[in-house]
């Protein structure tokens, strides 16, 4: 049975004050979910991946002797809210640790608060570089998109693949595709001796790519390194290949949507990525897909294939459930500051734990796990290679 509550912000902290949101002997775990909001498409599927993997666990005895619970709340993406979600588990909820948030945005004001409550907040999307610098009680179930831009074009390297000029394509008004295109790319081509011809910035409203696409045809470099959310990559894609622009894009995993080949229309062809989930992997991510597939079905989603985000949120409550199980949590309310404390140092001692998305450690807050390089045959994604960086 899946133990979950959803609230709203004000029903929220009713609720749990009461202790509606908490029932003795069972663990708690709070929920930042972005169901709404500008992240939906890629966040929405996310709570099945999670009530998937606390029914498993729970099936199985829960962790020492005790199930998990959780409470859930739609932060929307907004900063804001998530605040007031993460004081609610913290200070209400009685939550020994926390899902999420989801974005780089929110983590930069939820990591600060939560190291003040003393409760361990883990990002299953967030992936601009550095956000986890500082914080002991912080972490990320991502690689952030420098390493991952790294191991793209270190594969693209070894697989002999033409690297010999760059440019970069970029969304200036999304703080992660911005960061990418001024700071990650342009550091990643000089890693790797690639000459940069220019940039050429857009912003994700904007649907006609015509005149950005004509600069990179000037331009005719081999690779473009690309910092934009998926429908950023489906417009450049398809005004490409209109121009009759023949050149390599190259991004990381905020274009790793796996419906992105179809969406482009046959546009794609040699997009190569960085993603920490391949469903097709071995046979413990084809079981995941083909359950993650039925219940998004069941429950009338349109995507019905799991993103890595819906793998990251998998495996975090996977990893608390290791985290606690390592630290003997009770879930007694009056040990709850020693046995949050004592959840967040089991995390960070993790080593090569073997996850969903492969064995996962920890540096400074943030996941060090398998990169899987894909690229884009036929309509659809292949393994160009695996990768895990230092």
Do not use: C, H
């Not at 003393?118 to 972490?139: C, D, V």
């Not at 990643?188 to 006609?208: N, R, T």
Request: aromatic content about 6%; cysteine-free.
């Amino acid at each position: 049975m899946k133990k979950s509550v959803l609230f709203g912000a004000g029903l929220l902290a009713a609720l749990v004050a009461s202790g509606a949101a908490r029932a003795e002997g069972e663990l708690v775990l709070g929920y930042m979910m972005a169901k709404s909001g500008p992240y939906v498409s890629l966040a929405n599927t996310n709570e099945v991946a999670v009530d998937m993997a606390v029914e498993e666990i729970n099936a199985k005895g829960g962790i020492n002797g005790k199930k998990i619970k959780v409470v859930k709340f739609d932060t929307a993406g907004d900063p804001k809210q998530a605040t007031t979600a993460l004081r609610s588990f913290a200070q209400d909820a009685n939550a020994l640790a926390v899902i999420g948030p989801f974005s780089s945005s929110e983590v930069r004001t939820t990591f600060p608060v939560g190291e003040r409550e003393g409760i361990a907040q883990m990002s299953m999307a967030s992936s601009a570089p550095g956000l986890t610098k500082g914080f002991t009680y912080g972490f990320r179930n991502t690689t952030d998109e420098g390493k991952v831009i790294d191991q793209v074009l270190a594969s693209i390297k070894d697989k002999k693949l033409p690297m010999a000029s760059g440019a970069a394509a970029y969304a200036t008004d999304d703080v992660v595709s911005k960061s990418i295109g001024t700071v990650v790319v342009p550091k990643m081509f000089e890693k790797y001796a690639i000459p940069s011809k220019g940039s050429v910035d857009f912003q994700l409203a904007a649907f006609d790519l015509s005149p950005q696409v004509a600069q990179l045809k000037q331009m005719a470099p081999d690779i473009v390194g690309l910092g934009s959310p998926p429908e950023g990559a489906v417009n450049l894609a398809k005004e490409l290949k209109r121009q009759g622009v023949s050149t390599r894009i190259v991004g990381g995993t905020t274009i790793a949507d796996p419906e992105l080949p179809k969406r482009m229309d046959g546009a794609g062809d040699n997009l190569t990525i960085g993603t920490t989930f391949f469903p097709e992997v071995n046979a413990t991510t084809k079981a995941f897909t083909a359950e993650f597939g039925k219940r998004t079905k069941a429950a009338g989603m349109t995507r019905t294939d799991p993103n890595q985000m819906d793998a990251s949120v998998y495996d975090i409550v996977y990893l608390y459930s290791e985290a606690m199980k390592r630290a003997g949590v009770t879930g007694d309310k009056a040990k709850l500051a020693e046995e949050r404390a004592a959840i967040r140092d089991q995390l960070a001692k993790l080593k090569d734990y073997q996850a969903l998305e492969g064995a996962i450690s920890f540096t400074d807050g943030d996941a060090v796990k398998p990169v899987y390089i894909l690229e884009v045959k036929g309509g659809k994604w292949t393994l160009l290679d695996t990768r895990t960086p230092n």
